[in-house]
T-cell receptor
């Protein structure tokens, strides 16, 4: 079974401070991990995926297989980062189903 | 990029009536479409997976006869909530895998269903 856990429902951070959104997963094989973001009144959109090892809008996430984590980080928060963030997992080849965490609402305090 | 168009954005219907939600892939062919349900302040829960030309696969606990899914073409998948009741009120979202290997999924804008 696939499971994604985001322990923080709400997270408030001052502008300019570092941000870390936690994500832990459970999956028996080699998963693909994603972070999706949903800004106010907008559709869910891909932020980044572990396989590409990219940095989007200053955010990075490293897959730690030992800790089964995929935490999202940004060194300096910006007001426009306020949004709902979802961590998601997809099983290996042939399993396209995405399993979402419960989401973390990030609020950046000016 | 891959775009999924979802309609309607919101709908209010009376108890006992049926509501159809459409999702179209605009610039790519979606052989698979995922249908999610999202309650307020909760995560997206996968309801079913539709595959073009074959029967949908429903998640455990989802009533097949209540949530009818049709994926008749490579660009259109529909979800029909039959005999809707107030407890069916929710936010429904469709999603399709992107058109490149390992590309992220693209999501529709969602449909807010309110059953009165």
């Amino acid at each position: 079974a696939q499971r994604v856990t985001q322990p923080e429902k709400l997270l408030s951070v001052f502008k300019g401070a570092p941000v870390e959104l936690k994500c832990n997963y459970s999956y028996s094989g080699s998963p693909e991990l994603f972070w999706y973001v949903q800004y106010s009144r907008q559709r869910l959109q891909l932020l980044l995926r572990h396989i590409s090892r990219e940095s989007i809008k200053g955010f990075t996430a490293d897959l730690n297989k030992g800790e089964t984590s995929f935490h999202l980080k940004k060194p300096f928060a910006q007001e426009e980062d306020s949004a709902m963030y979802y961590c998601a997992l997809r099983g290996g080849f042939g399993n396209e189903k995405l399993t979402f965490g419960t989401g973390t609402r990030l609020t950046i305090i000016p | 990029g891959a775009v999924v168009s979802q309609h309607p954005s919101w709908v209010i219907c009376k108890s006992g009536t049926s509501v159809k939600i459409e999702c179209r892939s605009l610039d790519f062919q979606a052989t698979t479409m995922f249908w999610y349900r999202q309650f307020p302040k909760q995560s997206l829960m996968l309801m079913a997976t539709s595959n073009e030309g074959s029967k949908a696969t429903y998640e455990q606990g989802v009533e097949k006869d209540k949530f009818l899914i049709n994926h008749a073409s490579l660009t259109l998948s529909t979800l029909t909530v039959t005999s809707a009741h107030p407890e069916d009120s929710s936010f429904y979202i469709c999603s399709a895998p992107g058109n490149e290997l390992n590309y992220g999924y693209t999501f529709g804008s969602g449909t807010r269903l309110t059953v009165v």
